[in-house]
């Protein structure tokens, strides 16, 4: 597994689209110098910029940066935080961490079911509303924990967590 | 943040000792100019509870006041008791409120200081508060963590400057090795020891790593560091960088930190802008350039060879050891890997010296340890105590015990490779040696307190869950043995266990503890064992009897595997 940084710039390989958000890409991946190092720092980009990863955009960054499509693949198969599908409108992330599981997590992750039928990692046939699971988000002062599109919320009790996701299956 | 009136012409690179006091000194001067100090903390467990809107009505209402000279409001860091969140500090009067709305900041702002507001007031005189010993934790939150200029008032940067201009590598590697201090990420490793091995490899080219991927679920005094006290720990990796040779380092934040990620860049810029980063540090020949990499949620990358791994831009699979990561590590150069905590030590300890760090602790652990007290526990929040206090202090006079009707039962210290210790031993001095011998580690420092509504078992297999879908799934130990005891774990809290499946859950333990590539495998058993040693009740009631004591893999006194509908 050791590679030594690569000393030469390859040359650029095209964006899959004339979508702006391809320049943010390329300017993390500059910024890395192309180097097999940057592909996490990139497939985060990538997610931050488009939402998910689809094959064309692991095709691009593994092109870009010279690295094996079965290593890219590997890669954001591997860490927890890559999606490779898209995620619905809204995003609730419960937290699973052990002081949030002690204060009752599972039961929120029950009521979310109960509401909206699905399991962590699913999103409604709607598409209104994703569910996922965090491994700790590093609030267990206030646990239990839950990320509402990006807005981190403690003391979640199964009544409120079902209230926000009926709001959002209702808009 | 802050609009309010600077004084003269700034000082901007740091060149020599007088630079800095230069900086400390109009620093002070401009703080010396308010009344009254106003901090509410921006951590992420107060913003999730609105301390933004806090901050912005308290900046409002000073302004409608005309007070801005002599009401200075700030972003701040943690006051440490994040359940009664969000909190805000006024300085100098030493005044804590919590549980602060939006709607409070008139009769804040208005409220003389001798006469604290009664509803929000908060008693600084509380065990809680009292009974911690700050040390990584010392400036409590007061200062603005944005603000170069603010650490630099303080003493920051002081132990740098010492450490590069009157103290060979040498030196600074004997000065943390004379103190004692140890491995704040877990496994406790003697730092000195570390920071000697990679200063003596040959290689020109050396790394220097923090790991701040923190995984361990239920700790969270890494992120509260980073959020907080930015520029100490940048501090303490420069000055490792400069007692082992190192001239690149990373700093390696899981992603599920975004606030301590954005504080660290740009903290990284100012830091530039001074000229206490980047290219000849104060004035010397050493150059130091960090760069911040971001983790993906993979518990296995904070095992050090996975953290490198990933950083490679590869999946974090550990690699055996020797080689070292000391000997030979990113991309097989010489690499120091050390935890946010053991980093945000070093400025004191070569500011204070060894002696004064090695004067606080047990014989064996020096100094002092944050801990993320949290679970079953009135006071739940990050704390600081000196290693060899004890675990009844901790939880019942620094956390106020258990709630009200509940019984304690046991803490869990030590993350997943940790362990639960019961009432009985709650008497014993935490330190690195007592914790292991009790069936538990360290770790990095998360504290979950149980009480009688946890299922010791529950837990277990909580854990054990984690560590299986963690699994890197390079070595069949872990990969292959964790889902086993899982399963087996889970037929105990179904009911539906024999004696048999208990004496094969003992043997997996012990295979996976002793064969499994990392960490990760060897201690993935430790829940199991540690609740088997002191809860071996509760393993036989489910097997046994088909019941669980404490009521939650079915209500207390029905068969688990017939529970009559309690809906």
Request: charged content about 20%; overall charge neutral.
């Amino acid at each position: 597994m050791i590679s030594p940084p690569q000393t030469k710039l390859p040359s650029l390989v095209p964006a899959p689209s004339a979508d702006k958000r391809w320049h943010l890409v390329s300017a993390t991946m500059r910024r890395h110098g192309y180097k097999p190092g940057a592909l996490i720092e990139t497939l985060h980009t990538v997610q931050n910029a488009f939402g998910y990863l689809d094959e064309p955009s692991l095709i691009h960054v593994a092109r870009s940066l010279r690295v094996s499509l079965s290593k890219a693949y590997g890669v954001a198969t591997f860490y927890n935080i890559f999606r490779l599908k898209p995620q619905g409108l809204h995003t609730c992330v419960a937290c699973l961490g052990t002081a949030c599981y002690i204060k009752g997590a599972p039961k929120l992750l029950a009521a979310v079911e109960l509401c909206a039928h699905i399991r962590p990692t699913e999103t409604t046939p709607d598409n209104k509303v994703s569910l996922e699971i965090a491994r700790c988000l590093g609030a267990c002062g206030i646990a239990p924990v839950a990320v509402f599109d990006g807005q981190v919320v403690g003391n979640v009790t199964p009544v409120e967590i079902e209230k926000r996701i009926r709001q959002w299956l209702e808009r | 943040m802050n609009n309010q009136l600077q004084p003269g012409p700034k000082v901007e690179a740091v060149l020599s000792a007088e630079d800095l006091q230069m900086i400390a000194d109009q620093e002070i001067t401009h703080q010396a100019q308010f009344k009254r100090r106003i901090f509410v903390c921006m951590g992420t467990a107060c913003q999730s509870s609105q301390s933004g809107d806090v901050l912005k009505s308290l900046s409002t209402t000073v302004k409608e006041r005309g007070l801005e000279q002599e009401c200075l409001i700030s972003p701040g860091g943690c006051q440490g008791n994040c359940a009664q969140a969000p909190l805000v500090s006024i300085q100098p009067q030493d005044l804590l409120y919590r549980g602060v709305k939006a709607g409070d900041a008139a009769a804040i702002i208005d409220s003389p200081s001798d006469k604290p507001i009664k509803g929000l007031h908060c008693d600084t005189q509380a065990p809680f508060f009292t009974q911690q010993k700050r040390m990584v934790t010392e400036y409590r939150g007061l200062l603005n963590p944005e603000r170069i200029e603010e650490y630099i008032a303080v003493g920051g940067y002081k132990a740098l400057l010492d450490a590069l201009t009157t103290k060979a590598p040498e030196q600074v590697v004997q000065e943390v090795t004379r103190s004692g201090l140890r491995g704040r990420g877990g496994a406790g490793y003697p730092t000195g020891l570390k920071w000697g091995i990679v200063a003596k490899a040959t290689d020109t080219q050396k790394y220097v790593i923090c790991n701040a991927d923190e995984g361990d679920p239920g700790a969270f005094m890494n992120r509260s560091v980073l959020e907080d006290y930015p520029f100490r720990v940048l501090e303490g990796m420069t000055i490792a960088a400069y007692a082992i040779g190192a001239n690149k380092g990373y700093m390696y934040v899981r992603a599920e930190y975004p606030l301590a990620v954005q504080r660290i860049e740009t903290a990284l810029r100012a830091a530039h802008r001074h000229n206490l980063l980047g290219s000849n540090i104060f004035n010397t020949s050493f150059s130091f350039h960090i760069e911040v990499r971001l983790g993906g949620g993979a518990f296995v990358c904070g095992e050090e060879t996975a953290l490198i791994s990933s950083i490679e831009g590869g999946r974090g699979l550990p690699t055996p050891r020797p080689p070292y990561p000391a000997q030979s590590g990113l991309w097989g150069h010489p690499t120091l890997i050390n935890n946010v905590e053991t980093h945000a030590n070093i400025p004191a300890i070569i500011r204070h010296g060894a002696d004064w760090f090695a004067s606080i602790g047990t014989e064996k652990s020096k100094g002092t340890k944050t801990f993320a007290l949290s679970g079953r526990v009135k006071n739940t929040g990050l704390i600081e105590v000196a290693l060899g206090t004890t675990l009844r202090k901790i939880i019942f006079d620094i956390g106020g015990g258990v709630a009200e009707g509940h019984r304690f039962k046991a803490v869990q210290t030590g993350g997943p490779a940790g362990g639960c210790v019961p009432e009985a031993h709650l008497d014993m001095p935490i330190d690195y040696e007592t914790l292991q011998s009790l069936g538990s580690f360290m770790g990095s420092g998360g504290m979950i307190v149980m009480d009688d509504s946890s299922c010791m078992v529950d837990v277990a297999k909580f854990f054990m869950q984690f560590c299986a879908s963690e699994s890197c799934g390079k070595c069949i130990p872990c990969r292959v043995g964790t889902v086993h005891m899982h399963d087996i774990l889970n037929k105990i809290t179904q009911g539906e266990a024999t004696q048999a499946d208990l004496a094969q859950l003992e043997e997996l333990c012990d295979m996976v503890k002793y064969t499994s590539l990392c960490g990760l495998g060897m201690g993935a058993p430790n829940p199991v064992l540690s609740t088997l040693r002191y809860f071996k009740d509760e393993y036989l009631a489910h097997i046994n009897d088909h019941t669980c004591p404490a009521g939650v893999c079915a209500p207390k006194g029905q068969d688990i595997r017939r529970p009559t509908c309690a809906l």
